[in-house]
């Protein structure tokens, strides 16, 4: 796919963009072939629809081909952008991150609801990739202190340039294994961690073939960093601190028997909108 030689409009090449993706198998088509022709124009995607015959210089026209042939072999939007959006912050991701989800949103709403506005209380998000989670409860509760710990510095990198990018102060950064690089007690520890199986076959498919894979395969069953979080976290939480779990919708029973087992008080699992089990949550141990 090259570059045509007259200049190109806007509806050209999405449909040109279009009909590749769709005979890539994309599931989403319209939506990548926007999300990368605004990436490379550094336009809204209205500007593409308000102005379908704006031409295109060939320079421009010939990145964005070149982009379009490496989502046609799937790599992710996300990826070939370098941005995601979440909560209401944009994003810098790399193949260094998972790729923020809308699912973990339904942490950041629960967690906010633990998180009275206007009190200075400790929070920390173990595993914290892009940041994603960290920064929209920085972003929303300005008194709080996020810690934000991850074992990839790589990821941590990222992390710490979104935080400098949007400019939020009341956070710190830490390298560790999920709560070894805590110090002290905290009223609140969320984590979205890897919770598939190593032998998911998901993990052949779509955006997760380029995700970093330590962040999504936990162990035989799926729950390797899910126990070793929920056995490490209360020595951490303050005595009615709350500790969050993102995980799958098939541990919407394992999970909630982990922290009951580990003495975990007032546990409960809340389903995404699509009615599937997402996040578990309970207060410290007694």
Known sequence: MTAPDAPATLSGLLATALTGLTAAGSDSPRADAEALLAHVLARPRSFLRAWPEAPVAPEAAARFLTLLKRRMHGEPVAYLSGRRGFWTLELEVTPATLIPRPETELLVELALARLPD????????????????????????????????????????????????????????????????????????ASNPPYLADDDPHLGRGDLRFEPRRALAAGADGLADLRRIVDQAAAHLEADGWLLLEHGHDQGEAVPALLAAAGYRAVACVPDLGGRPRVSLAQAPA
Do not use: H, K, M
């Open 118 to 189: 206007g009190r200075d209380l400790r929070v920390a998000d173990l595993g914290t990739g892009s940041g994603a989670i960290a920064l929209a409860l920085a972003a929303e509760r300005p008194r709080i202190e996020v810690t934000a710990t991850d074992a990839s510095p790589a990821a941590l990198a990222i992390a710490q340039a979104n935080a400098a990018r949007l400019g939020l102060g009341n956070l710190r950064f830490a390298a560790g294994d999920w709560c070894a690089a805590l110090e002290g007690r905290y009223a609140l520890i």
